[in-house]
T-cell receptor, first 111, second 111 residues
Framework: AQSVTQLGSHVSVSEGALVLLRCNYS??????LFWYVQYPNQGLQLLLK??????LVKGINGFEAEFKKSETSFHLTKPSAHMSDAAEYFC?????????FGAGTRLAVHP | EAGVTQSPTHLIKTRGQQATLRCSPI?????VYWYQQALGLGLQFLLW???????NRGNFPPRFSGRQFPNYSSELNVNALELEDSALYLC??????????FGPGTRLTVL
């Protein structure tokens, strides 16, 4: 069965620091992988997705993620955190059938 | 282009009552997905409708049901409400790609 694990339910960084949110997946076949962001009292917004092709995926708001099959990972990074990046981030695996979500990582950005 | 819309924004019910939540997909999208985001339980897949048919169902009891109308909008019905049904219910739609676009959600509170 597919599963998605996000390491760290809470991550805190300083403004301007590197953001690294970890995601590992388990799947018997190459998955489609997604990162979503959720701001308070809102739905989910897609940051980026990996389907096939280039393993380094660039998304919105300066985020990017790298698909590493050997490590079954899809970590999300941003070189320089901004206060507006404070939100909850969800990694997901799947596709047309359904999405399997990780438990989420709440990112706090402090001055 | 209008996004996925959901109504109502908030819904308050008492135990044993029934709740009906509505979702309108993005124009041209034929698939609708429902997810439950309960406190401490993360995002759980509920139901998938495509072309008016239920295609897949998550691990939820039968009192969670729904339907999709000819215009591809969808209803989620929850019968015999229990306290633990309190959650944010998210709807998503999919068009020609594997990307799920999410609505803002309906927050259901069961008293």
């Amino acid at each position: 069965a597919q599963s998605v694990t996000q390491l760290g339910s809470h991550v805190s960084v300083s403004e301007g620091a590197l953001v690294l949110l970890r995601c590992n997946y388990s799947s018997s076949v190459p998955p489609y992988l997604f990162w979503y962001v959720q701001y308070p009292n809102q739905g989910l917004q897609l940051l980026l997705k990996y389907t096939t092709g280039a393993t380094l995926v660039k998304g919105i708001n300066g985020f990017e993620a790298e698909f590493k099959k050997s490590e079954t990972s899809f970590h999300l990074t941003k070189p320089s955190a901004h206060m507006s990046d404070a939100a909850e981030y969800f990694c997901a695996s799947g596709g047309y059938n359904k999405l399997i979500f990780g438990a989420g990582t709440r990112l706090a950005v402090h001055p | 282009e209008a996004g996925v819309t959901q109504s109502p924004t908030h819904l308050i019910k008492t135990r044993g009552q029934q709740a009906t939540l509505r979702c309108s997909p993005i124009s041209g999208h034929t698939s609708v997905y429902w997810y439950q985001q309960a406190l401490g339980l993360g995002l759980q897949f509920l139901l998938w409708y495509d072309e008016g048919e239920e295609r897949n169902r998550g691990n939820f009891p039968p009192r969670f049901s729904g339907r999709q109308f000819p215009n591809y909008s969808s209803e989620l019905n929850v019968n015999a409400l229990e306290l633990e049904d309190s959650a944010l219910y998210l709807c998503a739609s999919v068009g020609g790609t594997n990307e799920q676009f999410f609505g803002p959600g309906t927050r259901l509170t069961v008293l």
